[in-house]
T-cell receptor, first 114, second 114 residues
Framework: KAGVTQTPRYLIKTRGQQVTLSCSPISGHRSVSWYQQTPGQGLQFLFEYFSETQRNKGNFPGRFSGRQFSNSRSEMNVSTLELGDSALYLC?????????????FGPGTRLLVL | AQTVTQSQPEMSVQEAETVTLSCTYDTSENNYYLFWYKQPPSRQMILVIRQEAYKQQNATENRFSVNFQKAAKSFSLKISDSQLGDTAMYFCALRTSGTYKYIFGTGTRLKVLA
């Protein structure tokens, strides 16, 4: 099976712009989670989607949003980019999102905001 | 609030020796899972080992084992016979029922020295 894929792998944007990141989960996985990884904060949970519904959301401003499509692919959008949004954005998928399930991570999208 | 704390930002170990990475957590729930994930340099995050809180027996996976102390809320990872390929960032994570999200620690950067 193909692993979790994320596109694009690298992005450079300027402040005020918006960006959309894409994640394709492992085939058959219906739960997709997004994380922001920075050197100082580690991994911070953004949100989790299951069957096109957001089930949980982390403590991020409304500029961060996401969605999931019927084929379980997910997108994350950040509007009005700030310098502090520079980070590695990781997507992870699992079968149902149950607490004992292993999450499988993608390679991440590295976003640099200038 | 649920928290995960990794108090060792960086560690090093000689090849073939044993190293223990520390993790403490806090949750008021009784049913939860604990995980150790490994993120090699420029590579994807992968699961190392998991522990169900209701199981008293410590989990083991080949050279990796945990010391799970539920009352102390401690979950350390022991790597035996360290190999160069173990060089990575190690994250401890907690997942409770009904939250659909992982709480990650800030990570421990482990370097295995030849």
């Amino acid at each position: 099976k193909a692993g979790v894929t994320q596109t694009p792998r690298y992005l450079i944007k300027t402040r005020g712009q918006q960006v959309t990141l894409s994640c394709s989960p492992i085939s058959g996985h219906r739960s997709v989670s997004w994380y922001q990884q920075t050197p100082g904060q580690g991994l911070q949970f953004l949100f989790e989607y299951f069957s096109e519904t957001q089930r949980n959301k982390g403590n991020f401003p409304g500029r961060f949003s996401g969605r999931q499509f019927s084929n379980s692919r997910s997108e994350m959008n950040v509007s009005t980019l700030e310098l502090g949004d520079s980070a590695l954005y990781l997507c992870a998928s699992s079968l149902l999102g149950d607490r004992g399930e292993t999450q499988y991570f993608g390679p991440g999208t590295r976003l640099l905001v200038l | 609030a649920q928290t995960v704390t990794q108090s060792q930002p960086e560690m090093s170990v000689q090849e073939a020796e044993t190293v223990t990475l520390s993790c403490t957590y806090d949750t008021s729930e009784n049913n939860y899972y604990l995980f150790w994930y490994k993120q090699p340099p420029s590579r994807q995050m992968i699961l190392v080992i998991r522990q169900e809180a209701y199981k008293q027996q410590n989990a083991t996976e080949n050279r990796f084992s945990v010391n799970f102390q539920k009352a102390a809320k401690s979950f350390s990872l022991k790597i035996s016979d360290s190999q160069l390929g173990d060089t990575a960032m190690y994250f401890c994570a907690l997942r409770t029922s009904g939250t659909y999200k992982y709480i990650f620690g800030t990570g421990t950067r482990l370097k295995v020295l030849a």
